[in-house]
């Protein structure tokens, strides 16, 4: 008896999780696409997106998901953090990804397709010869090939020139960043971070690459002249909860705790002729620090988002250097030209953003005011190198 109780276990595992692409879905299966709303961690922010395909006639209800990867990855750290990190598409019962959401306590929507038994069983094959152990790994790109844009980009090639997305379904003009900041607070750090680290290639027009965009551009899409989704259900609802939000520990208060604390010692040096060597040190070193690595983030990852970063040109990388210069009782003589340079920068800075090349963090107002305080007294006590500070 258990021999048998072992053997139809096995049956049950296979018929659920070893799918041949010799099986056809019956005239009962469904396609459908779920939308999964943002959590509360970073990574979880934006939502996710995935394929169920459901068939009771076959014992099949199984979700696709391209937003699966493996932290035993050799170098795992490496990689993920220049880019070069491979996603995967995985295979998991309908059940086991409800439940972990419910855990999260985030909302799950359900679109069903409007597709015929050819269509489901050609989408069906599609999804199994990309699980295959050869295909199921692809290069991850947060905004162009990502777990939620390979889902249009996968009916649309099962279903040829049958399937008509629509491209209108995001405002006029909106940029990627724009439809970043949908999903964070204004004062947060990481909206905040997501704006210093990401360059000026992201301040362009947009197209679906969130989950909730896709969701909205499957609702006005159709297939054959009919509407591509017929049924449209929510599967999970979002228990309210209090979100509870801590202003002192806000990027707001500390930039402006730090300006504050700038603008007095600056004006202690100024009362008392002096100079704090070690606020100017800090500073320099922060600023150059910062910019050394939005410089490696542009040029050593593989990462698009980081490319063209004119965050660069005010978090300076150079100031990791003259911090130890500043440092000195007397600084060289050459670091007032020095810090008309960053003047120009900071011109730059402020240009580049009026004219909307790159958008930056209103945050960093605080930052460029704090340094041009620190910048403006250094030009009045170094005129010289034999001036005693």
Not at 53 to 61: E, F, N, P, S
Not at 63 to 89: A, C, E
Not at 136 to 153: A, E, G, Q
Not at 320 to 333: D, G, H, N, Q, S
């Amino acid at each position: 008896m258990p021999f048998k109780k072992y053997v139809l276990v096995f049956i049950v595992v296979c018929g659920t999780f070893g799918f041949s692409q010799q099986i056809t879905l019956s005239p009962l299966s469904k396609i459908s696409v779920l939308t999964v709303g943002p959590g509360t961690e970073l990574y979880s922010k934006f939502g996710h997106s995935a394929i169920r395909i459901k068939d009771l006639t076959l014992g099949i209800d199984a979700v696709y998901n391209y937003g699966m990867f493996d932290f035993d990855t050799p170098n795992f750290y490496m990689k993920f953090s220049r880019g070069q990190l491979d996603y995967r598409l995985g295979r998991q019962r309908f059940d086991g990804f409800m439940s972990s959401y419910e855990l999260e306590n985030r909302w799950v929507r359900e679109q069903v397709l409007n597709l015929s038994v050819t269509e489901m069983n050609a989408v069906f094959q599609f999804l199994e010869n990309n699980y295959l152990p050869n295909n199921r790994y692809y290069k991850y790109d947060f905004f162009f090939d990502n777990c939620t844009t390979r889902i249009p980009s996968a009916l649309k090639k099962v279903l040829n020139g049958k399937l008509h997305l629509d491209d209108q379904t995001l405002k006029k003009g909106e940029t990627f960043r724009q439809l970043i900041h949908q999903n964070l607070e204004v004062n947060s750090w990481s909206n905040f971070g997501i704006d210093l680290a990401l360059g000026s290639v992201i301040d362009k027009k947009g197209t679906p690459f969130l989950p909730v965009n896709v969701y909205e551009q499957l609702k006005h899409s159709t297939i054959s002249g009919t509407a591509l989704v017929y049924v449209d259900t929510e599967l999970l609802k979002e228990r309210p909860m209090e979100k509870k939000s801590n202003f002192f520990l806000s990027p707001l208060f500390w930039f402006s705790i730090m300006l504050l604390s700038i603008l007095a010692m600056t004006f202690y040096d100024l009362k008392n002729d002096r100079r704090s060597r070690w606020l100017d040190f800090i500073l320099f070193l922060i600023s150059g620090a910062v910019g050394l690595l939005i410089l490696l983030l542009w040029f050593v990852t593989d990462h698009q988002a980081t490319k063209l970063n004119f965050n660069a040109l005010w978090a300076f990388a150079p100031n990791m250097i003259v911090a130890f210069y500043l440092f000195r009782k007397t600084p060289p003589i050459w670091i007032k030209k020095y810090i008309f340079i960053l003047f120009g920068l900071m011109g730059l800075t402020v240009i580049l953003w009026i004219f909307q090349i790159q958008i930056f963090s209103p945050l960093i107002i605080f930052l460029l005011l704090g340094l041009s305080i620190r910048y403006l007294y250094l030009l009045r006590v170094v005129p010289n190198s034999e001036e005693k500070l």
